[in-house]
């Protein structure tokens, strides 16, 4: 029996790292959509039907894509570097404290999507199940990144492959890119494993802008703050004020794009209440593009965006004191991605005030 279970090992190892390395490179399936964190200056294509979510664990980032049958997950964790960090470093670290445990069955230097880096492949048993992982790492523009796929043992074989394809598709945003350094250990040296679980009609309502903050995101924004919600976040200039009722307010710029600002008395959890809308928005025959949880500033925001014919909506939205606080930007489809810009803005930017 011991020959037999050295033998089955053996057998998944070198298929670990066989498809490991045949499939980082695959290109990507038809029907996926960029998701992008324009914090962390990158960008992925995820297939539609995937569950996402953003997560905060103090200054780290992490995304984390399912499949919808959960047996191929893929993870992106952005770290911002202070000083230097080689890419050694940051994947004994990460060995350390994320991967605890994991059997190493590779390491080499690897070029994903024209970016340098490292690509390991590990045995390793996650919420006590065999499973396979095929990780990258790098340091770029200080900011070090580490993403994986995960596979159950009994079906990496058939199902890596969708995971590397997505993978595959990783874009840094910015242009400008640094060589990897060699020496440090950087400020994440002492980074314990920390696992955050996120799943994640009204008063009258008058928004109204403030001066400009000394930290605000650039010259391109003010502060927009709301008496009745506590809550302010970052908008765009060029959006004045259209339209106001209870409960409701309609801001409009020069390209037509509207953001719409609502706070709704509060009458279950937060999360039922999202849950509440998406569903609804489905219901009235709207196709839901985006749908996922985040952590801005120690608030909990749903981000989720939508499409109705050829009107394109994305919205952020968050409990405020007494309400829920909802921004939102709508235009036509062939301006999504500046409304998408938009309303990543705001969402990061939003944060209680007294």
């Given amino acids: 029996m011991p020959v037999n279970t050295q033998k089955k090992n053996l057998v998944f190892n070198l298929v670990i790292v066989a498809a490991m390395i045949m499939t980082f490179s695959l290109p990507l399936f038809a029907g996926n959509e960029w998701v992008t964190d324009k914090q962390m200056n990158f960008k992925i294509k995820v297939p539609e039907n995937y569950q996402r979510s953003r997560l905060v664990e103090g200054t780290d980032v992490v995304h984390a894509f399912l499949s919808p049958d959960q047996n191929v997950a893929v993870r992106i964790r952005s770290i911002p570097v202070n000083g230097v960090l080689s890419v050694d470093s940051l994947m004994q670290i990460f060995e350390q404290n994320i991967i605890k445990g994991a059997q190493r069955l590779l390491v080499d230097n690897y070029t994903l999507n024209s970016i340098p880096g490292k690509i390991g492949g590990y045995k390793w048993l996650y919420n006590n199940i065999p499973v396979g992982l095929a990780i990258f790492y790098t340091v770029q523009n200080n900011i070090a990144y580490v993403i994986w796929v995960i596979v159950p043992e009994n079906l990496y074989k058939q199902r890596v492959a969708e995971g590397d394809a997505i993978t595959n598709t990783f874009t840094l945003l910015s242009k400008q890119s640094q060589k990897i350094s060699d020496v440090g250990a950087g400020a994440m040296a002492k980074k314990n494993k920390k696992v955050e679980k996120n799943k994640d009609k009204s008063p009258a309502h008058e928004a109204k802008p403030s001066k400009p903050a000394k930290s605000a995101i650039s010259s391109n924004f003010f502060d927009l703050v709301s008496d009745d919600a506590k809550i302010s976040h970052k908008v765009p200039n060029g959006f004045k004020l259209a339209e106001k009722e209870d409960g409701q307010s309609i801001w ?85 991605d500046l409304i998408d810009s938009y309303s990543e803005e705001a969402n990061l930017s939003l944060k209680a005030v007294e």
């Fill in 252 to 336: 409009k710029n020069d390209a037509g794009i509207k953001m719409v600002i609502q706070t709704i008395f509060k009458k279950d959890s937060f999360e039922n209440f999202v849950d509440s809308t998406v569903a609804d928005i489905k219901n009235n025959g709207a196709t839901v593009l985006n749908n996922m949880y985040t952590i801005e500033n120690g608030l909990k925001v749903a981000n989720y965006s939508y499409k109705y014919g050829n009107t394109y909506f994305a919205y952020g939205a968050t409990a405020g004191t007494g309400v829920n606080y909802l921004v939102g930007f709508v235009g036509k489809m062939d301006q999504k």
